[in-house]
């Protein structure tokens, strides 16, 4: 097929791939796209202002269906999403962070899945694996269908790589808020919610990889003013059982670094707001016994998540 006759042919799905500095794995999570047996789609790629551009390696695929725009400077992942959405020609909308990958059917199972929705669904995500450090951590599973009540009490849909939404339902809830530095993702997902269902695909169809040293997510300053603003802006709708799970993941960031005290405060705040939050029990208890007995205690607990779900019980 030639490669300018098959970039006249609108696609059915944009993948927004925003990237900053993240040359080693971006030639990774493209290629997942390419590898797709799902071929209607596009590639948008967002240079957030990289010290050394992206392009020779979107180059490197010589292929028309991936467009990137690239920032002069760093002005963060959700500008660059919205930038994204903005440039996307398609009926669906894919989020993958630079550094996941899609797995094989992902993009035909979650076309279909829409493909066949009523007006009432905003999109869907789907099961996934997480690797950390390059190492399998745990298997986050999707649930049957997700509500705006069910996203008050839990993030279930979890990363933002594992979704695939309606553009109408984007353009109805508004886009990213380019003003939060982190829980970007949740924010999204709960104003889509207000509005629409999203449905939950029970497959493993993405892996999101985690590297401790440099993902937002363990940079507990940038967590906390997010958290803050979500509290801020959605205060009135946030149940209990949320702001707890919201502080037991600030504990687990301080646990990691080896601040086993502010760790504790975190467990015991989310036990105040939840006193059935059995995992800040569980985590508060080996505080106690240093740095070195936590973590032999949070691996543990991570093998045998892995273990259950290899048997079919997760």
């Known amino acids: 097929m030639h490669e300018g006759w098959r970039m006249t042919i609108k696609p059915r799905v944009s993948i927004v791939i925003p990237v900053y500095n993240r040359h080693e794995t971006l030639n990774r999570a493209i290629s997942s796209v390419l590898n797709q047996e799902f071929q209607e789609f596009e590639i948008i790629i967002v240079d957030d202002g990289s010290e050394t551009p992206v392009s020779t390696i979107v180059d490197g695929h010589n292929d028309s269906r991936i467009r990137c ?47 066949d929705s009523r007006d009432d669904c905003g999109g ?9 450090d390059g190492k399998p951590y745990f298997v986050y599973s999707a649930k049957e269908k997700v509500h705006f009540s069910d996203l008050i009490k839990k993030n279930l849909i979890g990363s933002l790589s594992t979704t695939i939404f309606k553009k109408s339902a984007i353009e109805k809830a508004g886009f990213f808020d380019e003003e939060l530095p982190a829980a970007q993702d949740y924010d999204l997902y ?15 169809l993405v892996n999101v990889h985690v590297d401790s040293r440099g993902r937002i997510s363990e940079n507990p300053e940038k ?44 467990f015991k705040e989310a036990i105040g707001k939840d006193r059935f939050h059995w995992n800040s029990y569980y985590h508060l208890t080996f505080t106690t016994f240093g740095k070195r007995f936590f973590n032999y205690s949070f691996s543990l607990k991570r093998n045998l998540r892995l273990i259950l779900w290899k048997l079919g019980y997760s």
Do not use: W
């Open 190 to 204: 709960l104003r889509i919610a207000e509005h629409y269902n999203i449905i939950g695909i029970n497959e493993v």
């Open 124 to 132: 869907a995500y789907t099961s996934s694996l997480i690797i950390k």
């Open 223 to 266: 967590k906390i003013r997010g958290f803050e603003r979500i509290v801020e802006k959605h205060q009135n709708k946030l149940d209990d059982c949320r702001i707890a799970d919201q502080l037991f993941d600030l504990g687990l960031i301080y646990a990691e670094k080896g601040d086993l005290a502010i760790a504790a405060k975190y």
């Open 69 to 115: 725009m690239r920032f002069d400077e760093n002005r963060g992942a959700n500008r660059a999403r919205n930038v994204g959405i903005e440039m996307s020609r398609s009926e669906y909308i894919s989020f993958l962070d630079s550094d996941d990958e899609l797995l094989p059917g992902n993009l035909s199972i979650c076309a279909k899945v829409l493909d």
